[in-house]
Nanobody, 121 residues
Framework: QVQLVETGGGLVQAGGSLRLSCAAS????????MGWFRQAPGQERKFVAG????????AYGAFVKGRFTISRDNTQNTLFLQMNRLNAEDTAIYYC??????????????WGQGTQVTVSS
């Protein structure tokens, strides 16, 4: 059974940092691209960042503007998202997702339950 469990969310002041983690199990983590998405109240889920199976060529949403870094540890089956210079617009539920293959292509096929990130201004 595939499981993606996000941790690391919370309340942070504007300008602060958070590091999200996603522990994966139930599939061959190292063979698949992974991504982070977010959904704010009343908005559609948006792509935040994606990383290929071996970690090259990460992709980011336009709003990231160099503030976030996605990474992965295939030995620990864990995905990370380091978020710096957070602002109120970053407030959302952040979801970890597993893509259908080694590249960041198409729609993810597995999703975590999400972790809440709240940035106070």
């Amino acid at each position: 059974q595939v499981q993606l469990v996000e941790t690391g969310g919370g309340l942070v002041q504007a300008g602060g940092s958070l590091r999200l983690s996603c522990a994966a199990s139930g599939f061959s983590f190292g063979n698949y691209a992974m991504g982070w998405f977010r959904q704010a109240p009343g908005q559609e889920r948006k792509f935040v960042a994606g990383i290929s199976w071996i970690g090259v060529g990460p992709a980011y949403g336009a709003f990231v503007k160099g503030r976030f870094t996605i990474s992965r540890d295939n030995t620990q089956n864990t995905l990370f998202l380091q978020m710096n210079r957070l602002n109120a617009e970053d407030t959302a539920i952040y979801y970890c997702a597993a893509y259908q293959g080694p590249g960041i292509e198409g729609s993810p096929r597995h999703w975590g339950q999400g972790t809440q990130v709240t940035v106070s201004s």
